[in-house]
């Protein structure tokens, strides 16, 4: 077998007194710290902390008024050694090259976690969907498709939804490439419609992975679902969708927010109503029948489970201390900060890290993938059975990771999925 060739060893990055809110910095020291339990060569190290392939383009972008605008976007692969390169696309205001290496990096410890035969990538454009039209959406997402042409397709890189973007997205993404190619390629993405081989299930699937880790938690700690109050950050695709499986569970949801604030009522909120009314108005906030409250209220509430799931650094040293949640179910990618992690341990809140807790949507994206090379679609309760069970199964390895070194489960996850990543990497060799 080959060997990495050695390199000098890399001081391990001590936490600054000050919190670092760069996601890039975060995931190498989650990196770091894994890598330590591992032993790991300080090569492979190297190899593994940064992404393999960055991409940046410009979007050229024709308004509705007539007048040009030009956006800004990534695509970034962070790890190919299990397979094609994996992730979602996010549309954002903020987003950052640095964020986008950052959720790449996510994806290969998350795929690895589910131990799916993926790698790692994840792509964004800075812009505010918000304030764009649907035809100038899908101009600047054709035109984004065009530039990045040379990263993606089944066997490459296969993008999804993410913050901001759903199956239409995905849609005029298949169409693009496929008009490019001469042929209809259904698996160069997913969280595509129904229509033109998406799969059933993938809508609810990242929500449904979520519930089904928190069930498997909530066993560990002898805590009941049923009954058990939750606050939910965020109700985008993760957080309205948990919202309706949670109360499909017999749990509580008492507060729920968006990016304009939050409402709550103890007796708890019915998930259908507030996406009719979240639909209407474009915020949770209002909503008939609940109290307002703040994001930063939601988050130090006292609940049962509190499920971050909208962006990065919402539980940092600034608030964790008052979080009174028993469980923190991490939805979104990159919610707590290495510090706030440390403090939660601490404190005996048990958190279900990222990489494990939101890894059904991609577990459903592999399956909707595996439909699409096939031509053969299952139905949806197979896609729910087999998503429970990976899920199921990717906790339990984790819980006996975590429980081997006497970790949280945020060490847990990482240590099964750098040592996935870093065997298929040693097992390879270096090339040439
Ligand atoms: N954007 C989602 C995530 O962060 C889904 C990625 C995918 O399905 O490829 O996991």
């Known amino acids: 077998m080959a060997s990495i060739p050695k390199a000098a060893p890399q001081p391990i990055p001590r936490i600054a007194p000050r919190e670092d809110l760069n996601p890039l910095r975060i995931a190498q ?33 024709k308004m509705d008024n007539g007048q040009i605008k030009v956006f800004t976007g990534y695509r970034v692969q962070h790890n190919v050694s299990r397979g094609p390169a994996k992730g979602g696309l996010r549309y954002h205001p903020n987003v950052t090259l640095d964020e986008v290496k950052a959720l790449a990096t996510w994806m290969t410890w998350k795929t690895a976690t589910v131990n799916i035969p ?5 792509g964004g454009v800075i812009c505010d969907p918000k304030r764009m039209t649907k035809s100038e959406l899908e101009r600047m997402t054709r035109r984004y498709t065009s530039e990045i042409l040379p990263l993606i397709g089944p066997e490459q890189d296969i993008p999804a939804p993410d913050v901001y973007t759903d199956a239409q997205t995905m849609a005029w993404i298949m169409d693009t490439y496929s008009m490019t190619k001469g042929y209809s390629a259904l698996g160069v993405v997913t969280g595509k419609p129904l229509s033109i081989g998406g799969s059933e299930g993938r809508t609810e699937a990242t929500a449904r992975g979520c519930v089904v880790a928190t069930e498997e938690a909530c066993k560990t700690k002898k805590m009941s679902l049923r009954g058990a109050t939750v606050a939910i950050q965020g109700f985008g695709n993760v957080g309205s969708l948990a919202a309706r499986l949670f109360t499909e569970k017999k749990a509580r949801v008492v507060a729920i927010s968006d990016s304009r604030g939050g409402v709550f009522n103890s007796r708890g909120i019915d998930p259908l109503k507030a996406m009719r009314y979240k639909e209407r108005s474009g915020t949770v906030v209002g909503m008939p029948g609940t109290s307002r409250i703040s994001n930063d209220d939601l988050l130090t509430m006292k ?11 919402v539980i940092t040293l600034n608030n964790v201390e008052q979080i009174k949640a028993k469980m923190v179910v991490e939805g979104a990618n990159g919610p707590t900060t290495p510090h706030a992690d440390e403090v939660l341990a601490r404190k005996g809140i048990l958190l279900l890290p990222d990489i494990l807790a939101n890894a059904g949507g991609v577990t459903v994206s592999y399956f909707e993938w595996v439909q699409d090379l096939q031509s053969f679609f299952w139905s949806e309760a197979e896609v729910n059975t087999k998503l429970e069970s990976v899920m199921r199964r990717a906790f339990q390895q984790v819980h006996d990771m975590a429980r081997k070194h006497r970790a949280h489960l945020r060490t847990g996850a990482y240590v099964l999925a750098v040592g996935r990543v870093a065997d298929a990497t040693l097992v390879r060799g270096l090339f040439p």
Request: charged fraction near 25%; proline fraction near 8%.
């Open 29 to 61: 020291i989650q990196f770091d710290i894994a890598a330590e339990y591992l032993k790991l060569d300080p090569g492979i190290r190297q190899i593994l902390r940064t992404p393999k392939r960055v991409l940046e383009v410009s979007v050229p972008t």
């Open 303 to 313: 609940c049962d489970i509190l499920v971050p799931a909208a962006l990065e650094n």
């Open 118 to 122: 993926y790698g790692g990538g994840k």
